[in-house]
């Protein structure tokens, strides 16, 4: 069937109205061509005639009786090997690409092939006359640090199919046939490395989906042990501006225990993107001992580029995510912001003259941010490998208020919340976690009574603060102000961290146990104090040594000279027993 | 040839409406009616039904008046002539001087491709120690001035205007009074300035579409003239007035508004303006630098808030002073380390300080006890007022650091400063027992 043909009708922003001739779908995408330009759009809503386009461009030029073409497509991104370091917008444009061939602007209307041109040192896995279903793997290639499985197309579920023929091992390249393949029907298809699948549809071959279980190390302390990120889960972290929440995203991007790290830089700052873009390739993972580049994907829809691709930007990542995934690797989504792409739902929704729900965000804001955040999980896949995806996503709040529609529905559907407040921030105190508000449901590194037992102590630490700001030291017990002084030791040696800091910057999972110990030993001690100027002076003792610990290199002759220091420093203050 | 049409179908605010076709998307058309010509532009397109915003307001147009388009959308002449001229909203000559329409570019053009963004590396010295020396401003920086009105932001960018070393100033007005925009072109005058100067000024009594052109306008000759390798500040006052005259636009055009009546793209529509500041690779660059009033000094508004995730940082202009609480610029670490060897210290050691003084006066207030350390402070707070804060002060960074040495060693010994002792051996300005 020739695909539908349409001329415009109507222009208002960037949605554009279309009557169409023969039949179109929902999610179909769209050409507009404009005076030598094609106008790339999705199809949103469709009425009678006339469908409703929302243009992934400026609109401007664009006239009544300008023809449209319709693709047949749904919108989507092409998956196979190349995708890793690769800078794209939202819609799956490389950007270094364009900019080679554009300049310094990003011209409208030029759309590249997302995956390069090049070969690739294919070994198959299959042989003539294998059974293969969609999602099955055919061959391999290697990509930097990865085996990259090429598989069957997903959207290939009306099979079996047949092996008639798959090229031998050697260099090939992406595009070019390597296998062919039969339905039982006599239908044949021929398989390159490349395929495509349409963003806004989870991708969903897999045997089973797993509870999230284990521990995502993000080498962050107040995380990993008080509010962890579990592999497959999900977690959020709204904050007012300049509470940090982009700097804390880099440093997850940078530290986090996973394979591949997409980062969807949706909506914000242009400058922020740039320093990861000149960064990456520099920075060194420890894990792998190659540039951190090479376990990265970067899609980049900042504030000042087209709206509508901004809304598709975050569904093109979690795409890439999830096709990575069926090659049973770890990988973690950042998107930043997800107001940002809540608001870009709110223009299109305007646009299109719905009834507008709480300020003005469509009645389906939630069910799409759940939809969205639902695209994560653990699975375990038809060959037996376990895969997941996790996304974090920050929140923008209007007025670095949480009680608005974005952070309310994301926090319905998330797994961890880690809220950044102003005050923190204000003072200094990063990451600006607020360590009173924030909660998670995964598990930690740490065995999770302890972490309840000093939990419990910030929290009382904290309402004696409050009480003491009525009452004043004075009024203050002896055994208050010592629980205040130990929450503030907490907070300044553990839940704060100095990200500027060579060793304070990521700390494994090992010393965050090791120093752990000792501080869960030091609050656990019964003290004697004469005056409430004692407790205080020895508390800044202790906690001097405690930061200056943080400085030092794991178990070498400083940490633990500062260790013993420590002991010492406890035991002349510490209670005797009978 | 180009069509006239008679025949307005509707006038609501200051859009009107005539069926024609052909049109397209952000084409210009001509009104003309009793009050004269105005140029409108097509902000939608419903069949042959043709919606346009007339720049000059709708007012006195009647259903009879004719619309000529032109076939092309707004756009601004650019050229080396422009230096020193004056210009309104929509760049008709404000100063008698010649009508300028050669060289026309296009107004509010694409993003920069953010593959090709550079990571900011050039201080921009405006002569003022509460910026140079403590939140230094960066070359393709976009910086907010959060104030509330009665504040002189207007004179403080004047001054910047005068002292910023830069190659071109733009000074975009937004509803400016009439009084604040003869206030800027006398100053810039008597000090010379003028002739780097561009100016598109909208002043309160024009018309509100002309005030949503002004950032446009004033952006793409900014971008123009740093792709030809000029270093360009661009000044916008006042932004607040920018985001209104868009909530009056929105309503007009029956738009769902989203926040306290403003339209839910409102941070887009800043963001697409404020992401316009670049530093191009090879060529100049664009810095923003724009004042938001604060309505009722309240931050979470929806101005200041939207701006504030936009921008790299805030100046807070309150009490006539920069305040060093709460202003920050985001890039600075991007310069300060390569300025002098005591830039960050001494930046980071006397606002230290000057946190203290202003504990030590809140125990004052409170009636307590004055000890000698209290003071110092005090005493250190009012110079560092007097010297570093006064909107009035003129002096490199060099001077500003200098000085800075000068205060701390009239009011403290070196050890109290909690500074660095290398440093205080090499910059102590008295001599150390």
């Known amino acids: 069937m020739a695909n539908s043909m349409g001329r415009v009708t109507g222009v208002n922003g960037n949605m554009v109205t279309v009557e169409f001739d023969s039949a179109i779908a929902k999610n179909e995408v769209g050409y507009i061509h404009v005076a030598g330009e094609r106008l790339k759009g999705e199809v949103i809503r469709i009425k009678g005639k006339e469908a409703a386009l929302q243009v992934f461009e400026m609109t401007g030029g664009v006239a009544v009786g300008d023809r449209v073409e319709f693709t047949g497509e749904m919108l989507s991104v092409e998956l196979g090997p190349g995708l890793l370091e690769q800078i794209y917008d939202g819609l799956q444009n490389p950007l270094p690409e364009l900019a080679q061939q554009c300049g310094f602007f990003l011209q409208r209307g030029v759309y590249l092939k997302p995956i390069p041109d090049r ?460 | 040839m180009q069509k006239i049409y008679s025949k307005i179908e509707s006038i609501v605010g200051n859009v009107i409406t005539v069926r024609a076709n052909g049109i397209k998307n952000g084409e210009l058309g001509l009104v003309s009616y009793r009050g004269g010509q105005s140029l409108a532009n097509v902000i939608k397109l419903d069949g042959d039904v043709v919606s346009l915003q007339v720049f000059s307001g709708a007012q006195g147009i009647s259903t009879g008046d004719q619309v000529r388009f032109l076939g092309v959308p707004m756009r601004v002449s650019y050229s080396p002539n422009l230096m020193g001229r004056v210009f309104d909203g929509t760049g008709r000559a404000r100063d008698n001087g010649p009508v300028m329409d050669e060289n026309l570019i296009e107004i509010g053009g694409p993003a920069v491709n953010p593959a090709k963004r550079i990571i900011p590396r050039n201080m921009i010295r405006t002569g003022l120690p509460m910026i140079d020396l403590f939140n230094t401003l960066v070359e393709s920086q976009k910086l907010p001035i959060f104030s509330v009105s009665g504040e002189p932001y207007n004179e403080l960018l004047a001054r910047i205007a005068i002292q910023a070393e830069v190659d071109l100033i733009i000074l975009g007005g937004m509803g400016l009074k009439y009084d604040d925009y003869l206030y800027f072109r006398d100053t810039l005058e008597e000090s010379g300035a003028m002739s780097r100067t561009i100016m598109f000024i909208h002043t309160a009594s024009d018309p509100t579409v002309e005030c949503m052109l002004v950032p446009d306008m004033s952006l793409a000759v900014a971008e123009r003239f740093a792709l030809d390798g000029k270093k360009v500040l661009v000044l916008l006052t006042d932004m607040t007035n920018f985001a209104d005259a868009m909530k009056e636009m929105a309503i007009t055009m029956d738009q769902v508004p989203s926040n306290r009546g403003y339209p839910g793209d409102l941070y887009s529509s800043l963001a697409a303006r404020y992401e316009k500041a670049v530093d191009f690779e090879g060529a100049g660059s664009v810095t923003i630098l724009g004042v938001t009033t604060m309505p009722g000094d309240d931050v979470t508004h929806p101005v200041p808030d939207n701006t504030g995730y936009i921008t790299e940082g805030q100046y807070y202009l309150k009490g006539g002073r920069i305040e060093p609480f709460g202003s920050l610029s985001r890039l600075k670490q991007q310069v300060n380390a390569h300025t002098r060897d005591d830039h960050r210290a001494l930046m980071d050691g006397m606002i230290k300080l000057y946190a203290s003084y202003k504990e030590s006066l809140e125990k004052r207030s409170m009636g307590f006890m004055m000890t000698e350390w209290d003071e110092k402070l005090l005493k250190y707070g009012s110079l560092f007022e007097r010297k570093m804060m006064d909107l009035s002060v003129n002096i490199p960074l060099e001077g500003a650091l200098d000085l800075g040495w000068e205060i701390l060693a009239d009011c403290f010994e070196p050890a109290e400063t909690g500074l660095r002792t290398d440093l205080i051996r090499s910059r102590w300005p008295k001599a150390i027992d």
């Open chain 1, 119 to 578: 070969s690739w040192a294919f070994t198959p896995t299959a042989k003539k006359g294998d059974v293969l279903a969609a999602g099955d793997t055919f061959g391999t290639v290697i990509e930097g640090l990865f085996t990259h499985q090429i598989m069957v197309p997903f959207d290939m579920v009306d099979g079996p199919w047949t092996v008639i023929s798959i090229k031998k091992a050697g260099t090939y390249q992406v595009r070019e046939t390597i296998c062919t393949v039969t339905a039982s029907d006599g239908r044949t298809k021929d398989l390159s490395m490349v395929f495509t699948w349409p963003v806004k549809q989870a991708i969903k071959l897999y045997e089973e989906r797993l509870r999230p279980t284990e521990t995502l190390v993000t080498k962050i302390r107040t995380i990993d042990t008080f509010l962890p990120v579990a592999k497959g889960g999900t977690y959020c972290t709204p904050g007012p501006f300049g509470a940090g929440k982009t700097v804390l995203q880099h440093l997850t991007s940078r530290n986090a225990d996973v394979d591949i790290v997409i980062i969807a830089a949706c909506g914000e700052r242009a400058g922020e993107v740039v320093e990861v873009l000149k960064e990456f390739p520099e920075l060194i993972d420890p894990r792998t001992g190659r540039s951190l580049m090479e376990r990265t994907i970067i899609i980049c829809n900042t504030s000042s580029m087209p709206v509508a691709s901004r809304e598709a930007s975050v569904y093109t990542a979690v795409t890439i995510a999830e096709y990575y995934r069926q090659m049973g690797l770890d990988i973690l989504l950042l998107a930043d912001s997800t107001s940002r792409w809540a608001q870009a739902m709110r223009e299109m929704s305007g646009r299109l003259e719905e009834i507008p729900g709480e300020e003005a965000f469509p009645a389906y804001l939630e069910s799409r941010i759940a939809e969205f955040y639902e695209r994560a999980g653990k699975v375990r896949l038809k060959d037996g490998k376990i895969g997941s995806v996790t996304i974090g996503g920050t929140v923008s709040p209007a007025g670095g208020n949480f009680e608005e529609p974005v952070t309310q529905a994301t926090l319905k559907v998330v797994g961890a919340f880690h809220g950044l407040s102003r005050e923190r921030s204000d003072a200094r105190k990063y990451p600006a976690i607020d360590p009173l508000t924030s909660w998670s449901k995964y598990g930690g590194v740490i065995d999770a009574k302890r972490v309840e037992e000093v939990r419990a102590i910030v929290f009382a630490s904290n309402e004696i603060n409050q009480m003491m700001k009525v009452v004043g030291e004075e009024g203050t017990s002896i055994e208050d102000y010592i629980t205040y002084q130990k929450g503030e030791l907490i907070d300044a040696f553990y839940l704060q961290q100095n990200s500027f800091d060579p060793v304070d910057a990521s700390v494994p999972v090992e010393r965050q146990r090791y120093i752990f110990d000792q501080l869960y030993a030091m609050l656990g001690t019964q003290y004697s104090f004469e005056e409430k100027s004692d407790v205080r002076s020895f508390f800044y003792q202790v906690r001097q040594h405690f930061l200056d610990w943080n400085n030092t290199a794991f178990l070498d002759d400083e940490f633990k000279a500062i260790e013993a220091k420590i002991k010492d420093l406890i035991a002349t203050k510490e209670r005797r027993v009978g």
